[in-house]
């Protein structure tokens, strides 16, 4: 028979104020906790996987880092174009937010792109696609590790 005194069994959960000055609520935590996870989503996006690997996720940081790599150098070896922050109109800006999404990929794929793009083929324009494949990528990861540093992603 349940205890009616609890709601039916249920062992009751003590109100955020009540908690003693050493715990938290499941949603709080410490200004600096907040700081670190955001600086590990910061440095997960600058290098792909690093947000990962600082979490000793080794297996996602491994993953992370050669999938968009790998992505992006195919990319620019089909001479796919990589934007630049110049674009004018509102392809050419999410381009470059999606290149730029590739953190310190974007400027080594700048500086390989030395022949320019070549988008009236398919190769090029195949190459432009997984340059930006690569940038949305890259930014899913950084969020997930930036998730993960906060305790709500394993």
């Given at each position: 028979?349940?205890?009616?005194?609890?709601?039916?069994?249920?062992?009751?959960?003590p109100a955020p104020s009540e908690l003693a000055?050493?715990?938290?609520?499941?949603?709080?935590?410490?200004?600096?906790?907040?700081?670190?996870?955001?600086?590990?989503?910061?440095?997960?996006?600058?290098?792909?996987?690093?947000?990962?690997?600082?979490?000793?996720?080794?297996?996602?940081?491994?993953?992370?880092?050669?999938?968009?790599?790998?992505?992006?150098?195919?990319?620019?070896?089909?001479?796919?174009?990589?934007?630049?922050?110049?674009?004018?109109?509102?392809?050419?800006?999410?381009?470059?937010?999606?290149?730029?999404?590739?953190?310190?990929?974007?400027?080594?794929?700048?500086?390989?792109?030395?022949?320019?793009?070549?988008?009236?083929?398919?190769?090029?324009?195949?190459?432009?696609?997984?340059?930006?494949?690569?940038?949305?990528?890259?930014?899913?990861?950084?969020?997930?590790?930036?998730?993960?540093?906060?305790?709500?992603?394993?």
């Open positions: 028979m349940a205890d009616e005194s609890t709601g039916g069994g249920a062992t009751p959960q000055p050493t715990e938290h609520a499941p949603s709080e935590l410490p200004q600096r906790g907040e700081a670190l996870a955001f600086a590990i989503g910061v440095a997960g996006w600058l290098v792909p996987g690093l947000g990962h690997a600082l979490q000793k996720m080794w297996g996602r940081a491994l993953g992370c880092f050669l999938t968009v790599g790998a992505l992006v150098f195919l990319g620019v070896g089909m001479r796919g174009n990589v934007f630049s922050s110049e674009g004018g109109d509102a392809f050419g800006i999410l381009g470059y937010v999606a290149d730029l999404g590739t953190g310190s990929f974007y400027f080594a794929a700048r500086a390989l792109e030395t022949q320019g793009s070549d988008v009236a083929h398919a190769e090029g324009d195949y190459g432009t696609r997984f340059l930006a494949a690569a940038g949305v990528l890259n930014l899913l990861a950084a969020l997930h590790a930036y998730e993960a540093a906060r305790g709500r992603k394993a």
